[in-house]
């Protein structure tokens, strides 16, 4: 089954970019009908996500956050990776890959594979 793993730093100072990676285990990015995306969750808020990428390479971006990020893979280590540059401490979160095959359920969340989540602290 696929499972997903995010890696990355912890903390991250202001106006620097978060740059965090997912390592997709027993199942491939090109080959899996899945859409490959990004999902935080901001102390005391909901699931936002943040955009993703589908098995065919197209990009999906959140409206609310397209000026700011940037997704990409790497099909030979079967990875995908999130860019979120000038960053605040508004943008502290755990962040989660996940993936699905309706993309309408990972906009809303409703995903059915999660990494474990991994927690960036934006400060100085």
């Known amino acids: 089954q696929v499972q997903l793993q995010e890696s990355g730093p912890g903390l991250v100072k202001p106006s620097q970019t978060l740059s965090l990676t997912c390592t997709v285990s027993g199942g491939s990015i090109t080959t899996n009908y899945y859409y490959w995306s990004w999902i935080r969750q901001a102390p005391g808020k909901g699931l936002e996500w943040m955009g993703a990428i589908a098995y065919s390479g197209s990009l999906y971006d959140s409206p609310s956050l397209k000026s700011r990020t940037s997704i990409s893979r790497d099909t030979a280590k079967n990875q995908f990776t999130l860019q979120l540059s000038s960053v605040t401490p508004e943008d502290t979160a755990v962040y989660y890959c996940?993936?699905?095959?309706?993309?309408?359920?990972?906009?809303?969340?409703?995903?059915?594979?999660w990494g474990l989540g991994t927690l960036v602290t934006v400060s100085s």
């Open positions: 996940a993936a699905d095959p309706n993309f309408r359920a990972i906009v809303a969340g409703m995903v059915e594979i």
